[in-house]
């Protein structure tokens, strides 16, 4: 499903393969993908405009155009962003297929724009989750979760009770995690997803700050958040790939979500000198690991 390195993928297509060339029709027939705007309406802001800049921000994407006019495309669960030359050929974006597609099948296209050269863009979604619209609210979104330092993050993450994957996966917090994103950052930071974020000391916010900039930019090299190593593991006979532990599933912020129980304990760390309330201690009360 898009996640961040998804969307900025369909940006660098965009950038890369639609920029420039002027609109000659639109097909905005699909009045769910293209709510709320009847159909012709994008029609007649975009003919006769170009795509001037992509953007993104988080899991948004919004093109400017030479007129003004701002389109937003947003690709759910199950969209991509396809460049094609005149004849049907793909020629940008078709890189990965799911549902058994092959490159040219343009059957669950939703929206199109067919250039003045005689290639097209196509927003081809599958289960009809993706959405395209003018002026998009990306002003309501976090700050994007690529690159941002850590006073920013810290200030994203901010305090209360609510668990630390809930946080993260809020996009008016910081935009741009998604459900796999959010548990491979929380097992590389060693944090359980369940924690309050109010319960997270100073240095484990700043793992989780490391832990989120390592993901991301391994997702954007690899290409996409299937390549992550935790993602392959995310079944309920997975287990954990650094030390093997049986994956417990459980739901969290509403979502399905994966963790160690040997290196994400539930519990907040005990203060220096103290065991946990059940954990073996030495003779001096400190903690004793686990054998």
Same mark, same amino acid.
């Given at each position: ?15 890369? *393969?639609?920029? +420039? ?23 007649? @802001? ?29 690709? &759910?669960?199950?969209?991509?962003? @396809?460049? =094609? ?59 994007? =979760?690529? &690159? ?15 668990? @630390? ?10 935009? +741009? ?12 930071? +060693? ?32 290409? +996409? ?24 599933? *459980? ?23 103290? =065991?946990? =309330? ?14």
């Amino acid at each position: 499903m898009p996640e961040l390195p998804e969307v900025e993928s369909a940006r660098v297509v965009l950038e890369r *393969s639609a920029l +420039g060339r002027r609109i000659e029709d639109v097909d905005d027939s699909d009045t769910y993908v293209c709510r709320p705007h009847p159909p012709g309406e994008l029609r007649a @802001v975009l003919v006769g405009s170009t795509l001037r800049t992509a953007h993104r921000r988080g899991k948004s994407l919004w093109c400017t155009t030479s007129e003004g006019s701002v389109l937003g495309i947003h690709l &759910g669960m199950s969209g991509k962003v @396809v460049v =094609a030359s005149a004849d049907g050929t793909e020629v940008d974006g078709g890189d990965h297929w799911e549902f058994g597609r092959a490159p040219g099948d343009y059957r669950h296209s939703r929206f199109s724009l067919a250039f003045a050269d005689g290639g097209a863009l196509h927003l081809v979604d599958p289960r009809r989750l993706g959405r395209v619209r003018l002026d998009p609210p990306v002003d309501t979104l976090g700050p994007d =979760a690529a &690159g941002i330092d850590l006073p920013r993050f810290l200030h994203a993450l901010g305090h209360g009770r609510a668990p @630390v994957k809930a946080r993260l996966l809020d996009q008016h917090a910081l935009a +741009g995690i998604g459900n796999l994103l959010a548990d491979d950052l929380l097992w590389r930071a +060693g944090l359980n997803p369940a924690r309050p974020v109010d319960s997270l000391t100073g240095p484990e916010r700043v793992a989780l700050h490391r832990s989120l900039t390592a993901t991301v930019d391994d997702a954007l090299r690899g290409g +996409g958040v299937h390549t992550l190593p935790l993602v392959a593991h995310r079944r309920r006979d997975g287990r954990c790939p650094t030390d093997g532990a049986a994956l417990v599933r *459980s739901t969290v912020g509403g979502r399905t979500t994966y963790w160690c129980p040997r290196h994400q304990p539930r519990l907040p760390p005990p203060p220096a000198g103290q =065991a946990r =309330a059940g954990q073996a201690a030495d003779g001096r009360g400190l903690p004793v690991a686990p054998p």
